[in-house]
């Protein structure tokens, strides 16, 4: 009876001791409700800070990110130049824009750029054809200068066929005689 009473008091120990370890409080979980512990991603997530998620501190994916810095660049690779009459010459305002260009060139990777040199309608076609090529070349070899590599540019001409201002009048004349840029991928 004596065995009894002590198998009795042990068994009631040990109940007591798995109910009370049964019932303790559960840890916070680190996990979203409904997500399962076998998932990495959600696993090692730090839903606090926002660390582990792919996720950068702007809330933004890195895919979100480089689709954003692309757009920015191609709004700020857009802006044309201007040429005086009968000439490819860099002027100060081209320069500044075009150090802008190459900032812009080489902090965005993945961007290329194409140079395109236009004229307005005075001369004959193939001179225009050749001055607009000269323009272009003009812009690109001073990018080049800057640090942009040459393979991320290219060229083309346009003479007088693409005019941004139909007129025959200086004023037009002289909006036609540019560079346009186009960004590229």
């Known amino acids: 009876m004596k065995t009894k009473g002590w198998v009795l008091v042990i068994l009631c120990l040990v109940l007591a001791l798995g109910a009370a370890s049964g019932c303790s409080k559960k840890r916070a979980s680190s996990m979203p409700p409904g997500a399962t512990g076998s998932d990495a991603a959600v696993r090692d997530h730090d839903w606090a800070s926002g660390k582990g998620s792919g996720y950068g501190e702007d809330g933004l994916t ?107 009048n200086e004023t037009a004349w002289a909006q036609n005689r540019r560079d346009e840029f186009r960004a590229a991928y």
């Open 62 to 168: 890195e895919e979100q990110r480089l689709a954003r810095q692309r757009e920015k660049a191609m709004s700020e690779l857009g802006q044309r130049i201007q040429f005086g009459f009968d000439s490819y010459e860099l002027n100060q305002e081209a320069r500044g824009i075009l150090q802008q260009k190459a900032d812009v060139m080489k902090s965005t990777s993945g961007v290329c750029l194409v140079i395109e040199g236009h004229c307005d309608d005075r001369g004959t076609e193939e001179y225009n054809l050749a001055l607009g090529e000269r323009r272009a070349r003009a812009a690109y070899e001073f990018l080049v200068l800057l640090g942009v590599s040459p393979e991320r540019l290219s060229i083309v001409s346009f003479g007088e066929e693409r005019p941004l201002v139909k007129g025959e």
